[in-house]
């Protein structure tokens, strides 16, 4: 079964860059879907980026799209985001999920997820 692992957050300061890492193990990452999602204390779950099975596509929310980037290194069966330019209002836990058939904003389509990785962003 996936396991998912997050890491990589932090106290950061505004206009700095970050990258979160989703270690993936039990199998190959790259078999599935992986989004990343945040959530704020009292807030939904949010979809942030995700890239595709065998790296096909990379999607974004427009909101995101100029600031992060998601990757994959299947040798280190790992995915990242990289958070340039972060801002206060992205402190929010960040998690990574996998979906085994494709890409979606429903934190309810994954069928599994990591704890999360705590980010704050301030001066």
């Known amino acids: 079964q996936l396991q998912l692992v997050e890491s990589g957050g932090g106290l950061v300061q505004p206009g700095t860059s970050l990258r979160l890492s989703c270690a993936a193990s039990?199998?190959?990452?790259?078999?599935?879907?992986i989004g990343w999602f945040r959530q704020v204390p009292g807030g939904v779950r949010e979809g942030v980026s995700c890239?595709?099975?065998?790296?096909?596509?990379?999607y974004y929310r427009s909101t995101f799209r100029d600031r992060f980037v998601i990757s994959r290194d299947k040798d280190k069966n790992t995915v990242y985001l990289q958070m340039n330019d972060v801002k206060p209002e992205d402190t929010a836990v960040y998690y990574c999920?996998?979906?085994?058939?494709?890409?979606?904003?429903?934190?309810?389509?994954?069928?599994?997820w990591g704890h999360g990785t705590q980010v704050t962003v301030s001066s």
């Open positions: 039990g199998d190959a990452s790259n078999h599935y879907a």
């Open positions: 999920a996998a979906d085994y058939v494709f890409c979606s904003w429903r934190d309810d389509e994954y069928d599994f």
């Open positions: 890239i595709t099975k065998n790296d096909l596509t990379d």
